[in-house]
């Protein structure tokens, strides 16, 4: 696999289900991959990244932003609160906003800096107790609370569970959106963009299709 064959994927399988090829954005997700991979990636003119560690991030980013003018990075880990701002510095999006306490954090700290990125919130789809997220039956209130303090939350996200038909999930994540008249879908991994795509995914995510698979040694 490579940056070409996804975009090509993800091109075709646009006009199989009739939407416009821009209306779906690829998130590539460099965490743990070497930064030659990630920079060929660079050179290829791909601009838009996600990570999922705050301090991983730090140590690569700054750099890369500086080489490559235009790129855009997204949170897609979990968000400790003492992590916020150093966070809300280095990302332009975070889409795993979960519970009140980080979204106040957030609202608190855009107050005093006066700059928040666009935020999305990671919807625990499959009820997994060890996974980030706030529940389903939870996602509309957490919503109305967000949008109470202020912050700019532009779509929803999810990570279903491994071992499940994931369209169920990403069916259930659009519908919480569509009721909230949220835009944003984050959702559809290296095995099932194609899936995600079809039932209404906005960015989808792929990190090993792209880069290979991570080395976690
Ligand atoms: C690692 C990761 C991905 C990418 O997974 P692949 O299977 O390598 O495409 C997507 N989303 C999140 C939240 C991740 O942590």
Known sequence: MS???IQNRIAATCQRVGRDADSVRLVAVSKVQPNDRVEAVLQQGHRLFGENKVQEAAG?????RARFPGVTLHL????QTNKARQAMQLFDVIETVDRPKLARTIARIAQEEGHCPDLMIQVNTGE????????PADADAFIAECRDLGLPIIG???????????????????????????????MGMSADFETA?????TYVRVGSAIFGDRDYG
Not at 60 to 64: A, I
Not at 76 to 79: A, T
Not at 160 to 185: M, Q, V, W, Y
């Open 156 to 186: 929803l996200m999810c990570i279903p569970p491994a071992d499940e038909e994931p369209s169920l999930h990403f069916a259930l994540l659009a519908k919480i959106a569509a009721r909230n008249d949220l835009p944003d879908l984050s």
């Open 3 to 5: 940056l070409n064959d």
């Open 60 to 64: 690569k980013w700054p750099d890369f």
């Open 197 to 201: 795509i079809g039932q209404g995914a």
């Open 76 to 79: 897609i880990g979990p968000l």
């Open 128 to 135: 997994e107790p060890q996974k980030a997220g706030v529940l």
